[in-house]
């Protein structure tokens, strides 16, 4: 079973559900709004704990009142959260419109997540030594994330990363990472180079990995997955073709199953498609963290998928 420390954020979603999204200055009504736990962090420490692994979260909250639902909803999919700081001001918080198509749009406001520090980093370095994994995202501040790839890397603990939201990082902590996980917007970001196929996606996954990242996934939407590493294996594993209610966290779905299922192990196709099966799960369901499947779902959809080849 895998050890995964995540360090990301926690958000309470308010979702917006629409026939289609507004144009620019345009007024809509909204079939009706919910109020769901995520944050990419919190997302993938569930998909993780879900997927059968221990997993211990490190993030932040604020004083506001969604800061204790939102810790009662990673505590109840089994992910240890001792070390959640609370902070002076408001909870992270995402505004989220999804339309019949399920194609969401999203606004973030980073509240306590962007006031999580490299010195709670500190207060919580002990974790560090028993895990296989430490996995990242694009939530919290960058001084932060930062030190936790360096301090993983010196103590020999795998990182993984998802640049998400897509933003310029610096190239020289390319070599902390181990697994870069990204969709082809971020890739394109990251490299310049437009991922429309998989040549393409071939030719981005060698850039990252010439800057240094070990191993590269890039999810392709419905074109599935693709996984390079430093020896040029290239494994393709396509999506599962399933009618979508809502994409909201089947990125973050991916990669947290991916992370439980390969724990100190190499990627494989079999991780990558266990990881497949969990997303085309998700996006059939509406909401975030609390529509992530379990390791039993998994195996089921994987089953029935089988039976109908």
Known sequence: MANILVIGSINMDVVNHVLKHPLPGETIKSLKTDYNPGGKGANQAAAAALAGAQ???IGAVGNDP?????LSAIRGIGVQSDF??????NSGLASITVDASGENHI???EGANGLLTVNDIKDSLELFDSADIVMLQNEINWETTRYVMEESHRRGVSVYFNPAPAVQIPMDIFHFIDVLILNESEAETLTGIAVSNNIQAIQASAKL???????????????GSLFTDSNDTV?????FDVRAADTTAAGDTFIGVLAATTGSKDISEETL?????AAAIKVTRKGALASIPNKLEIEEFLRAASSHK
């Open 55 to 57: 997993v211990i979260f």
């Open 66 to 70: 969604f800061a204790s639902q939102l």
């Open 84 to 89: 959640v700081f609370n902070k002076d001001g």
């Open 107 to 109: 606004i973030l406001t």
């Open 209 to 223: 990995r010439d800057e240094g990242v070990g191993k590269v996934v890039l999810t392709l939407g419905n074109k």
């Open 235 to 239: 494994t393709h594993v396509p999506a």
């Open 273 to 277: 498609r266990f990881a497949s099966a």
